[in-house]
């Protein structure tokens, strides 16, 4: 069973910075798409970015567009998110996800594989 662990989360002030990574283990990191998803307090799961199996290609929200930053290690297994410029309404829970394919998607349904999620508070 391949298992997603996120790391990274914490409170930040507006405007600072974090950077999340997502370790995978088991089946082939390479051929994964990975994607970066979040979760705020009454709100659905929205998709932030996601990245293609070579790292050629990546994907953002318009919201995180500019001040976010996707960016994977195949040699080391892990996908990272840096975040920048970080605002309050970037609070949320972060999950990394993950599916075997070539085709970068943002639809989270497609996902197969799923973090247990990392907070980020931000804080004004």
């Known amino acids: 069973q391949v298992q997603l662990v996120e790391s990274g989360g914490g409170l930040v002030q507006a405007g600072g910075s974090l950077r999340l990574s997502c370790a995978v283990s088991?089946?082939?990191?390479?051929?994964?798409?990975m994607g970066w998803f979040r979760q705020a307090p009454g709100k659905e799961r929205e998709f932030v970015a996601a990245?293609?199996?070579?790292?050629?290609?990546?994907y953002y929200a318009d919201s995180v567009k500019g001040r976010f930053t996707i960016s994977r290690d195949n040699a080391k297994n892990t996908v990272y998110l840096q975040m920048n410029s970080l605002k309050p309404e970037d609070t949320a829970v972060y999950y990394c996800?993950?599916?075997?394919?070539?085709?970068?998607?943002?639809?989270?349904?497609?996902?197969?594989?799923w973090g247990q999620g990392t907070q980020v508070t931000v804080s004004s």
């Open positions: 996800a993950a599916y075997i394919g070539t085709v970068v998607v943002t639809t989270s349904r497609r996902y197969d594989y």
């Open positions: 990245i293609s199996w070579s790292g050629g290609s990546t």
């Open positions: 088991r089946g082939t990191f390479s051929a994964y798409v």
